[in-house]
């Protein structure tokens, strides 16, 4: 975020080839990260519940199973950047990109806001399977 804002700073002081490197610089350090997992926390928390369900019943023999993928959406969740954030930065640098009038590679970065967006919609909007509670 803080390269995205330096970017900024730069557009408004006409410095766009300064502007256009701090936002390359945004977009290789949130191209490292993942907007498109669904909701993390509500996995984390089914997970949790499912594997008190599994030692209530004596089904120890799934729960290193659990742990694991509990491990897994635990690291999910420390790398997950907001998909808006990374939105906001292509439409930066899309804005940046046109005024220095290479509107080719602008609207390529315009697209994949949409791109961005549209599939944080999707997740956001789909129904989250939930693990089953109360299998026995």
């Known amino acids: ?32 990260f993942d907007v498109y997992a669904p909701d993390s926390k509500k996995m984390h928390a089914d997970l949790v519940q499912y594997k008190e369900t599994l030692e209530g019943i004596g089904r120890h023999e799934f729960i290193l199973r659990v742990d694991q993928y509990k491990e897994k959406v635990e690291q999910q969740m420390r790398k997950k950047i907001s998909a808006s954030n990374k939105a906001e930065t292509h439409l930066n640098t ?28 999707l997740f956001d909007f789909l129904p989250v399977q939930s693990v089953p509670h109360n299998r026995r």
């Open 1 to 32: 975020m803080a390269c995205n804002n330096l970017a900024c700073y730069y557009k408004k002081r006409g410095q766009l080839r300064t502007a256009l490197t701090y936002l390359e610089r945004a977009l290789d350090i949130e191209s490292k």
């Open 94 to 121: 899309c804005a940046v990109l046109s005024q220095l009038t290479r509107h080719d590679l602008a609207l390529q970065h315009a697209n994949q806001a949409i791109i961005i967006i549209q599939t944080r919609l």
